[in-house]
């Protein structure tokens, strides 16, 4: 490898947390274009109509917080193991074919 991740320990698949947070981020950025529409067409916030910056941290803030929910509350696949590496930080590995010399 050059020069990323850990030594001695090989980049996995997809782990489910990351399909989860994928998915919950896509599902985030629907529900916040509906919030904003919802918001903005009622004047809840505003009489006037919300600037972009408004409109766009609102979404931002929805969308990053269903992906880390989604991602934070999925389990693991049953593959999936968490490791300590040399430095002791815990890191993701599939089927037990990632754990290198760790």
Same mark, same amino acid.
């Given at each position: 490898m050059?020069?990323?991740?850990?030594? $001695?320990?090989?980049?996995?698949?997809?782990?489910?947390?990351?399909?989860?947070?994928? $998915? $919950?981020?896509?599902?985030?950025?629907?529900?916040?274009?509906?919030?904003v529409?919802?918001?903005?067409?009622?004047?809840?916030?505003?009489?006037?109509?919300?600037?972009?910056?408004?409109?766009?941290?609102?979404?931002?803030?929805?969308?990053?917080?269903?992906?880390?929910?989604?991602?934070?509350?999925v389990?693991? $696949?049953?593959?999936?193991?968490?490791?300590?590496?040399?430095?002791?930080?815990?890191?993701?590995?599939?089927?037990?074919?990632?754990?290198?010399?760790?």
């Amino acid at each position: 490898m050059s020069g990323t991740g850990t030594p $001695g320990v090989q980049p996995s698949g997809v782990v489910n947390k990351v399909w989860a947070a994928t $998915g $919950g981020s896509a599902i985030g950025r629907a529900v916040a274009t509906l919030v904003v529409w919802y918001l903005d067409s009622n004047h809840i916030l505003s009489p006037d109509a919300l600037p972009t910056t408004v409109t766009s941290a609102i979404s931002t803030l929805i969308s990053t917080l269903a992906a880390f929910g989604s991602g934070y509350y999925v389990r693991p $696949g049953r593959e999936e193991v968490a490791v300590m590496d040399g430095s002791g930080r815990p890191v993701s590995a599939v089927g037990g074919r990632n754990l290198g010399t760790v």
